[in-house]
């Protein structure tokens, strides 16, 4: 069972405000421990990771360190299972002090989450 996985890959703007990235889901991955036995699915807060994963390594490739000041309507719509592949689609906008990433997570096109991440820049 490995503890870590690859998070993100292939982060990239695809215009002004709108990202994307690929997280692969392994099928060892420590996450599907005991969630749930004979019928593993990704736990909820892994997700949510992979999302702010993918707006820390944005951040940090415009030389910025940020933290989550706030999550809001998050929505959890469809299983991720061991081996699959999440596409993460965001839109940044400022908000006041915070910076808010509205997101979608899809896997085969399917919707698995969405929701908004408030970010601060420390």
Known sequence: ????????????????????AHVFVPKDCIWFSGHFPG????????LVHAV???ILQDAQDRGE????SSLKRIRFTSPVR??????????????NTETHYIFKATVKENTV???LVAVVKM
């Open 1 to 20: 069972m490995i503890d870590r996985w690859s998070l993100p890959s292939d982060v990239r703007h695809i215009a002004p405000n709108v990202m994307e």
């Open 39 to 46: 019928e593993p699915i990704l736990p909820g807060i892994a």
């Open 52 to 54: 702010y994963e993918t």
């Open 65 to 68: 360190n940020v933290h989550i």
């Open 82 to 95: 061991p081996g699959d592949t999440l596409l993460i689609s965001m839109t940044s906008e400022d908000a």
């Open 113 to 115: 989450s969405s929701g």
